[in-house]
Each structure stands twice: as C-alpha cells, then as structure tokens.
C-alpha cells in the first residue's frame, strides 16, 4: 500500500493564544450548570426513556447528563460496574441486568417490554450494533447517530486515513501495513519517528491492553509484529503512523453534536495537559478552552462532517505539530467519550441534545460555556504525577492539581462510582503485594 503525506495549512489563531483559566471556582460553574440544564426540561419528552449501551466512565458520564436533564434511564451492565454504582442507574423492569452480546442485540431488544426508548451506544462496538439495526425498529428504538457507513469509516483506521487524505486534512504520515513482508520491504527510513497503530482500537486493546505498539527501528517493528501473529490471528492490519513530537499539552479535542437536519447546536473545546501511560496514553488532566484557537481545525472537522452527512455526537482529537505550525486531525469518535460530564458540567448537555433529537424534538444551542475549568482522571492522573516526578513531589504536584477540579468519577451528587473504582484499586494493589509476598 502506497504511503500518504498530506499538507493543508489551516488559517487558525497562534498556538500561544490559548485562553487562560478564569477565577471562578469549578464548584460555582456546576452549580450553575446544573441548574441551567434542568430549566431545559420542560423541552424534553421525558416519558420515553433512554437505554444506555455501555459501561465504565462513560457510561457513569451519559446517565449523569440524562439524570440532570430530567431523562429517565435504564442500563444493563455487571453488577460490578461503576454504573451499577450510579444513583443514576437503573435496571431494566424486566429484569434484564447484564449487557448482552453486541451481535445479539436484535433479540434483546425485542424481548424487551418497554414500548419505546432511546437507544444511547457509549462504545465502537455498541455504535456499530446500534447502526446496524433492522428499520423496523427505528420507530420503537428511536437513536441519533451516523451513517453506518460513516461509522464503519470513523472506526476503521485505515478507512479514516483514506478519508483525510481525500479530503487534504492535515494529519499524521500513515501507511497501512499487511504483512511482514510488506514490512521488510520498506525502508528503514520508513520507521524513524513512527509507531504501530491499530485499525480497531477498541479490539486491540481488548487483546493487549494497549492503544499501541512503540517501536525503535525496522527490525523491532517486524520483531513486535512476528510475536503478535504468534499469538493469533488479526494482528494485520496494522498502521505505520508517525508519532507527531512534543508534549501532551500539545493534544486539543473538540467535542460536538450534529443534529438530523446537519446544524451544530454546540462545540465544546477541551486541552489536554498530562496523559496515562506517556506517549501513547489517555488524557489524565485537561482544561477547557476557547474556540477560537482551534478555528482552523474547526473548519476541517466541519468539512468532514458535511462530507459524511453525518448526525450524533462526536469527539475529534488533533495534535499541534511545532515543526510546521498545523493542527494534525488524530481521530474522530462517532459516540460518547470518557469525559462527557465535563461538558456536561459546564452547560453543554451532549446526551440531552442526543435524546432530544433522536425524538425529532428541538436542540437548544449553546454558544457559550466556562473556559479555564480543569478535570482530571483521578487514578490515571496520580499516576501520570508520580512517574514524571517520582515520591513526594509527584504526590505534592498531584494534590496541588486536585483543587477547583473535577475529579472523575468522583461527584459530590454521586459519589458511589468513586468509591467503587477506589476500591478495585486497593483491591487490586493488595492483591499484587500479596503475590509478591508469597513468592518471596
């Protein structure tokens, strides 16, 4: 497969712009928030319930914005998941509490008794099942979200690279790998500066447990994938893709939603300061920011969007690249991402724009929101402070971050989810040290 380069110069505000956290505290901004949303619900068809598909962080994320908007909500997931823990969860009447197989999702939902809901995917894979869908349940199953072309294209990392490029976005060197010897075939030019990328993210990680493969050079990346086809099929295809330098804070995502009739009530921009595990990792800590920095990006992103006719709420990550001053567009999230309650939080209630309009019932604009608020993964955050900065200063620069934040899953009105997670923590800490003990 031939490699792709792209170049695009985005008319966007200077890196250095980016707005600076305002005074008033995270607890005032919530307070205010939640209040706002909740006058929104006289606009809401709240007697149809919604069926949130999905677990973990953004799962807790989704039932939370529903609850403070008035939406009532089931979920089915493990009893000990932290929805299980939310005072927002509830099971279904029937008596239906463990998620069901996504190819089995038909059935499931035909059994149920409900006469309608709304179906909220929080998941590739519950998007995928979602769309998926016979039409004769569009009408008993109402769901705001892409195209399943789209969704396959916006999942498919290879597809999205192909798309990028048809549409001349600015984004990372890629080429799409299918084989070892395709591998020992290219140059070793070819792998300065890359890492190995999965074409299924949420599949790969299930295998391995990461979001990728670092390399050092051309024979460690054949090494990593000879091991990884010895360990079972599916390791090909694979992403060559360049690993665009400098520091986390050089990561921006805009969140948004796109309603059925192709109009954008709200974009919501966040700023990524530390990330767990370094270099190929999830946000840890992070901020919100101003659009105005990012219009540039903005643009391509809308380009694309109006491209794929798309509908639903969306997540786009784009990393700055000090070497030629553009914004290179990672990827795109056609679903719900850990940190919706941020937005959520700040006035912008994406799950509620998702019910409304899957409804057919207006979405409310937002054109505004709190720029300067800061929230954190509270585990992966600690642990991102503790290796850059080993023992005390680490645990000090992490305590210090903890004020005015939003610590998820930690919420004052919902406190249970944390607790749950602090717990598998422990639980699993001791459990480690106890191996250790006994071997020794």
Avoid at 79 to 86: E, G, V, Y
Wanted: charged share 20%; glycine share 6%; with cysteine.
């Amino acid at each position: 497969m031939a490699e792709f380069h792209v170049t695009f110069h985005i008319e966007s505000a200077s890196h250095s712009l980016i707005t600076k956290p305002m005074p008033a505290s995270f607890t005032e901004v919530t307070d205010r928030a939640v209040v706002d949303v909740a006058s929104d619900r006289a606009r809401l068809n709240s007697h149809v319930p919604a069926l949130v598909l999905g677990s973990g962080l953004t799962g807790v994320g989704v039932i939370r914005c529903l609850g403070w908007a008035g939406v009532h909500s089931y979920s089915v997931c493990d009893s000990a998941d932290l929805m299980a823990a939310s005072r927002w969860y509830r099971p279904l009447p029937n008596g239906e509490r463990h998620c069901p197989n996504v190819d089995d999702l038909p059935d499931f939902l035909s059994r149920l008794k409900l006469k309608e809901m709304v179906l909220i995917p929080s998941s590739d894979e519950w998007v995928q099942a979602v769309s998926r869908l016979p039409e004769d349940f569009n009408d008993r199953f109402p769901r705001s979200i892409p195209s399943v072309h789209t969704i396959e294209i916006l999942t498919d990392k290879a597809r999205f690279a192909w798309l990028l490029e048809r549409l001349g976005v600015p984004r990372p060197r890629t080429i799409v790998l299918h084989s070892v010897p395709q591998m020992q075939a290219l140059e070793e030019s070819s792998y300065q500066n890359m890492f190995l990328k999965p074409v299924d993210s949420q599949a790969f990680s299930k295998r391995y447990g990461l979001k990728g493969f670092l390399i050092k050079d051309k024979a460690n990346a054949v090494e990593v994938m000879q091991g990884a086809q010895e360990s079972g099929p599916g390791a090909f295809p694979i992403l060559l893709q360049e690993h665009i330098p400098g520091p986390p804070s050089n990561h921006y995502f805009v969140d948004g939603f796109m309603d059925r009739n192709g109009a954008i009530p709200a974009l919501f921009a966040r700023h990524r300061l530390r990330m767990y595990p370094p270099r190929i990792g999830n946000t840890a800590f992070m901020e919100t920011m101003s659009l105005e920095p990012l219009a540039g990006p903005i643009k391509a992103l809308k380009a694309l969007l109006a491209d794929q006719s798309y509908r639903g709420i969306f997540s786009a990550e784009f990393k700055f690249d000090d070497r030629d001053g553009e914004f290179k567009m990672i990827e795109v999230n056609a679903r719900p991402w850990w940190f919706i309650e941020l937005p959520g939080r700040c006035g912008v209630n994406f799950a509620a724009m998702v019910y409304n309009d899957a409804l057919g019932l207006p979405v409310q604009p937002v054109d505004s929101y709190p720029v300067g608020r800061r929230c954190m993964h509270f585990l992966n955050d600690y642990l991102s402070c503790t290796i850059d900065e080993p023992g005390l200063p680490g645990v000090l620069r992490w305590l210090r971050s903890c004020r005015s934040c939003l610590k998820l899953p930690f919420g004052w009105d919902d406190p249970m989810p944390w607790v749950v997670s602090t717990a598998g923590v422990v639980k699993d800490a001791v459990r480690r040290r106890s191996a250790v003990f006994r071997r020794q």
